[in-house]
C-alpha cells in the first residue's frame, strides 16, 4: 500500500476529545492493550497530529503521529499500527516469519506468499482469513510488516504451504516508514518455547559456528541486527531452497576417484546458491557446444537462455537467476565475458546480443556433455527451438515523465490554503497514464475548478493556464473539458514505455516503443518481397523468425542491415507474405495488433469468376 510515495492532504493537531475517541478506537481494534499501554500510546498532553493523505492508487487514508513518528494508520475505517508501533508492542498481532531477503520483496509492494514463511518447531499461531498479523524476520521478534492473513492457519497447512498467504500493507523501509524517524528495528530475541529447545539451541551455535549452512536456527543471539541478517541471504535462502526446489546432485562433474558417497558428501557441502551457479554454469557450456552455431550468430541473450540454455537444464532442477550469485543474467554473461569466452554486445539500445563466442576456449573443449542427455532429447530440444510456442510477448506499459515545463503543476497537485503539502514529484518523475489521471483530478478538486454551473468543464487557474495552454490560447481559453484537460496534460508530458521480457527485470526507455515495421518492396524482375524490422525490440531474434517463415512458405530468406541504423537487421523474405507474418505475429506469438505496423499490405484475396 505505501510501496509508492504518498500525497498528504492536510495536517491538523488531535484535540482532548479527539483523543479520547481515538483511544476507545484503537482499545476496541486490539482489545489485548492494557490501560496503561492505550496511555502509552495516546498520552494525554504529547504532539499528537492527524495527516489525510491519499495513497499511490488515489486511495484516501489517515495517518495518525506522535512526534512525526506515524503510529496507526486507519484506511476505510480500519486501524493498523505501522511498525515504529510494533516495535514498543511486538506481542500486539500474531506473527510469522520469514527468511531476511523476503523483506526487500515486500518493501517492493510484493505480498507474502506461504512458500517464503518460516514454519516454526511450535507451530503457527491460529488465525482466521483476515486477520490483521506482523511478519518479523528469522532471528529476531520486531516485526517488519503489518499484513492480512489471506487464508487461516488451518487452510495453510492443508495447501502444503502454497499460494497467497497474506496481504502485505505496510512494512519496515516503505514510504510510510520513512515519513518518520527512519529508525532501524530493534533487536528483539526470539520467544523459546521450552527449556529443552533452548538447550537445543545453544548446543546447535557451536555447531553452527563450525559448519556454516548445516542449519540456520531461529534462536539466535540477542545481540544481531537487521543488517547482519540481511547480508545472510546465502544461508537463509540455503534452507527454503535447498529442501523445495534444488537437487544436490551435480551432472556436470564426473565421479573419477573415490567412492559415490565421497562424492555426494562433497556435494552436500555446497550451499544452494553454490549449486544453482554450478547448474548454470554446465547448463550454459553444454548449450555453447551442443546447441548454438557460428550461423546463429549474433543471438539474443533472451533468446540464448529461453531456447538453449533451459534445454540442457537436467530432469528435476531448474535454472532461476535470482537464486544464484549473479542475480542477473546480464551479470553472468559478463562473467563469462571477462574469461573471453564470449562477447556480448548492445546491438539495439536496451537489448544484448551473443556477437562472438570462442568454441576453441579450454573450458568449452573440456566440458563434457552429461550422460543423461541422449541423442534422441537432442533431437527433441532441436524440435522444441524450433517452435517458437515458448516465446512470450513482452509486458509493454506506457509511461511519462515530468517535464520542466510541468514541474508547476505536479508540485502543487494537492496544494489548498495553508495546509501543509507534501511536494511528491520533481522533474524526471515517472508515472502511469492512470497516476496522471488522478493526480489532475485530485488537483482540480482540491483547488475547486469545477464549473459551478457545467460540470464537464474545468476553470483554467494560473498554473493550468501555463503549463497547458499555448500563448496564442491563453487570453481566449477560460474553461477546458475533463477529457481535453487530461489529453493536454499526457500529450506535454516527456514519453516513455517499460518493457519486460518474461524472467528479466523491467527496462524503461525513453519515447513510444517502434512497432514490427512490415513493409513490401519490388525488386528485379518484378518481384515483391517482404521486409520486417524492430523484432529485437520485442525479444524476437530475427534469424528464428526468419527461419520459422523459410519453412512455413517455402521461400528464401536473407537477414541484411537496415539502411541509416547502425547495428540493426531486417529480415526479407521473397513474395508477399503479410498473411502469414500476421497469423505468425498476432496468433501464434500473441503480440497486440497496435504494436505491428503494415498488417494493410496483405494481398487483397481475388473473387473466383
Known amino acids: 500500500m505505501f ?59 489517515t495517518v495518525y503521529t506522535n512526534s512525526r513518528n506515524p503510529i496507526l494508520f486507519e484506511i476505510e475505517k480500519a486501524l493498523y499500527p505501522t511498525v515504529y508501533t510494533l516495535w514498543v508492542y511486538p506481542d500486539l498481532l500474531p506473527a510469522f516469519s520469514t527468511w531476511p531477503p523476503v523483506l526487500q520483496k515486500l518493501a517492493g509492494g510484493a505480498d507474502l506468499m506461504l512458500p517464503g514463511v518460516v514454519v516454526p518447531s511450535s507451530g503457527f499461531p491460529q488465525v482466521e482469513r483476515g486477520t490483521l498479523c506482523a511478519v518479523t524476520l528469522l532471528g529476531n521478534r520486531a516485526p517488519v510488516a503489518v499484513a492480512a492473513a489471506a487464508m487461516s492457519t488451518t487452510e495453510m497447512l492443508a495447501a502444503g504451504m502454497k499460494g497467497k498467504g497474506f496481504a502485505v500493507l505496510h512494512t519496515y523501509m516503505d514510504h510510510l516508514w520513512e515519513y518518520g524517524d527512519k529508525s532501524c528495528p530493534p533487536t528483539l530475541a526470539p520467544l523459546v518455547a521450552d527449556p529443552a529447545e533452548k538447550e537445543n539451541a545453544e548446543n546447535e551455535e557451536e555447531v553452527e559456528g563450525k559448519k556454516p549452512g548445516s542449519r540456520f536456527s531461529t534462536d539466535t543471539p540477542q545481540h544481531v541486527n537487521i543488517g547482519d541478517l540481511s547480508l545472510k541471504e546465502q544461508n537463509s535462502c540455503a534452507v527454503v531452497m535447498g529442501k523445495e526446489e534444488l537437487n544436490e546432485n551435480r551432472a556436470a562433474e564426473p565421479a573419477e576417484d573415490g567412492s559415490t558417497g565421497a562424492q555426494q558428501d562433497a556435494e552436500d557441502s555446497r550451499t544452494p546458491q553454490e549449486q544453482m551457479d554450478a547448474l548454470f554454469n554446465q547448463c550454459f557450456f553444454h548449450a555453447l557446444k551442443c546447441k548454438v552455431k557460428k550461423s546463429d550468430l549474433p543471438l539474443l541473450t533472451s533468446t540464448f ?77 532441436s524440435k522444441s527451438e524450433d517452435r517458437e510456442q515458448v516465446y512470450r510477448a513482452p509486458e509493454i506499459i506506457p509511461l511519462y515523465g515530468v517535464s520542466a515545463k510541468m514541474v508547476p503543476l505536479f508540485q502543487d497537485s494537492g496544494h489548498r490554503g495553508s495546509n501543509q503539502v507534501f511536494f511528491l514529484f520533481r522533474k524526471g518523475s515517472i508515472l502511469s497514464s492512470s497516476e496522471v489521471r488522478n493526480i489532475i483530478i485530485n488537483y482540480v478538486k482540491t483547488n475547486e475548478l469545477v464549473d459551478e454551473t457545467n460540470k464537464n468543464f474545468v476553470k483554467v487557474n494560473a498554473i493550468l493556464c501555463d503549463c ?99 547495428d540493426r537487421v531486417q529480415v526479407q523474405i521473397q513474395g508477399n507474405q503479410v498473411h502469414h507474418l500476421a497469423k505468425m505475429l498476432l496468433e501464434e506469438y500473441q503480440l497486440p495488433r497496435k504494436y505491428i505496423q503494415g498488417l494493410e499490405k496483405a494481398p487483397k484475396l481475388g473473387r473466383k469468376k
Open 3 to 61: 510501496c509508492k510515495a504518498f500525497r498528504v492532504r492536510a495536517s491538523t493537531a488531535i484535540k482532548g476529545s479527539e483523543r479520547k475517541k481515538l483511544r476507545a478506537d484503537v482499545a476496541a481494534a486490539f482489545p489485548s492493550l492494557s490501560a496503561e499501554r492505550l496511555v502509552e500510546l495516546i498520552p494525554n498532553k504529547d504532539e499528537l497530529n492527524v495527516i489525510k493523505i491519499y495513497t499511490h492508487k488515489g486511495e484516501a487514508g
Open 305 to 381: 537462455l529461453r531456447s538453449h540454455m533451459f534445454s540442457c537444464c537436467p530432469a528435476g532442477q531448474q535454472l532461476d537467476i535470482k537464486k544464484s550469485s549473479y542475480k542477473k543474467f546480464s551479470k553472468f554473461l559478463q562473467s563469462m565475458q571477462q574469461q573471453k569466452i564470449l562477447q556480448v554486445k548492445e546491438l539495439t539500445k536496451g537489448v544484448e546480443s551473443i556477437v562472438e563466442v570462442d568454441w576453441k576456449h579450454p573450458d568449452i573443449k573440456a566440458f563434457a556433455v552429461p550422460e543423461g542427455f541422449s541423442s534422441a532429447s537432442a533431437a527433441q530440444d
Open 468 to 566: 497547458l495552454l499555448d500563448k496564442s490560447e491563453q487570453d481566449e481559453i477560460s474553461h477546458l473539458k475533463w477529457d481535453d484537460l487530461v489529453s493536454r496534460c499526457l500529450e506535454r508530458l516527456q514519453p516513455l514505455h517499460q518493457v519486460t521480457f518474461c524472467g528479466q527485470e523491467p527496462i524503461v526507455r525513453k519515447g513510444n516503443i517502434e512497432p514490427i515495421d512490415i513493409t513490401t518492396a519490388q525488386r528485379s524482375s518484378n518481384k515483391k518481397v517482404t521486409i520486417i524490422k524492430n523484432l529485437e525490440l520485442y525479444g524476437l531474434d530475427p534469424q528464428c523468425v526468419a527461419n520459422i517463415l523459410q519453412q512455413k512458405v517455402q521461400a528464401s530468406t536473407t537477414i541484411t542491415p537496415v539502411p541509416g541504423a547502425k
